[in-house]
């Protein structure tokens, strides 16, 4: 932390904080809105001491897969800005924000998986993970 505020001033400290509230944001809200909508459809039409219980973990992970997918983009946005500085200036990203760096992930084309600096393996490797 101190060589953070020697070399990049104060503002070094939040480099990164726009992408992990978007991923935070994104990735909660999608997991609790998924498991709570799945968990009331297996619910209807079904007595309230009927429970659910052998179902929640598969909905709770089910929920957590969604949600990795949808907050995958500001999770490798988020890492890619907060890295910054440690790489050499020829492999810095430089976002300027968390829109400019989803900007600048997003697929070239509309064929296959071709995406700007390899981020179509990171984003389904870390999908998965």
């Not at 800005?81 to 070239?108: C, E, N």
């Amino acid at each position: 932390m101190h060589r953070i505020l020697l070399t990049e001033g104060f503002t070094g400290l939040y480099s990164g904080l726009s992408a992990a509230l978007l991923r935070q944001m994104t990735y909660s809200t999608v997991r609790f809105g998924v498991y709570e909508d799945l968990k009331i459809r297996l619910r209807a039409g079904k007595p309230a001491e009927e429970g659910l219980g052998s179902m929640l973990i598969p909905l709770s992970a089910f929920s957590g897969f969604i949600a990795g997918v949808v907050g995958n983009p500001a999770d490798i946005v988020n890492v890619r800005m907060q890295s910054d500085k440690a790489k050499r200036l020829q492999d810095q990203t430089r976002y300027r924000h968390v829109f400019d760096g989803l900007v600048q992930i997003r697929p070239l084309s509309r064929r296959g998986c071709q995406c700007n600096k390899g981020s179509s393996d990171e984003f389904i490797a870390t999908s998965v993970l």
